[in-house]
Every structure is written in structure tokens, then in C-alpha cells.
């Protein structure tokens, strides 16, 4: 059984740096699409970054970003101790949202929340103005 275990988000002003964590266990999957995803309320949920673990047709470590979070986010993944990471720079209010990370096995790099299998619990991160 996958689960995926976020930590803590946080509050920032804006301008301010946050860096998310997620657990990943019980994943068997040869290839993989990790993502970073938000929602904020009374809006849809997100894809804010992706990453690819390598399959036949996706180069290992390929990213995509969402274009309101290019050049001040980072997604990274550490192999060793299954986890994803989310680096947030110069964070705004808007960025202001619960914050998840998910996996979709799958030789495709993709950002769409509607296709991912497993989620995390959610972790709320507010910026202040």
C-alpha cells in the first residue's frame, strides 16, 4: 500500500522561503510521475510542479512546473529515502493554499491532479502580505 506522509507547511510573509517534504513507502512501481499539487478555498485543485522517476519514453528527473511558480519553485526527489521535496521561493499570497504531494504510476510526466492514484494528507502553507 503506498502512503505518502507530508510535513509540516507553514507561515511565512511574503518574500519567504518554505520547503515541503513527502514520504514516500510501499511503492513498488518501476516508473512514476511525483507531484506537488495545491487548492485553495473555493478553488480547484492545481498541479504547481512534477517530476519523473525515468521510464522508456521520460528522461529521469524530468520537471514540469505550473507558469505562476517558474523560477521561484523547486521540485526535487532524493532515490535513497523515498522522498519528494518542494523548495518555495519569494512565496506570495497567492500562494496561499493546502499544499499536496501524489503519485501516478506511468511512463508520463504530468500535472494533472485528476489522474494521480495516491495522495498525501495535505499540509497548509499561508503567506502573508
Known amino acids: 500500500q503506498v502512503q505518502l506522509v507530508e510535513s509540516e507547511g507553514g507561515s511565512v510573509q511574503a518574500g519567504g522561503s518554505l520547503r515541503l517534504s513527502c514520504k514516500v513507502s510501499g511503492y513498488t512501481y518501476q516508473s512514476a510521475s511525483m507531484g506537488w499539487f495545491r487548492q485553495a478555498p473555493g478553488k480547484e485543485r492545481e498541479g504547481v510542479a512534477a517530476i519523473h522517476t525515468g521510464s522508456l519514453y521520460t528522461r529521469a528527473g524530468s520537471t514540469d512546473y505550473a507558469e505562476s511558480v517558474k523560477g521561484r519553485f523547486t521540485i526535487s526527489r532524493d532515490n535513497a529515502n523515498p522522498t519528494l521535496y518542494l523548495q518555495m521561493n519569494s512565496l506570495q499570497p497567492e500562494d496561499t493554499a493546502m499544499y499536496y504531494c501524489?503519485?501516478?504510476?506511468?511512463?508520463?510526466?504530468?500535472?494533472?491532479?485528476?489522474?494521480?492514484?495516491?495522495w498525501g494528507q495535505g499540509t497548509q502553507v499561508t503567506v502573508s502580505s
Open positions: 501524489a503519485v501516478r504510476p506511468g511512463t508520463a510526466l504530468t500535472m494533472d491532479p485528476r489522474v494521480y492514484n495516491y
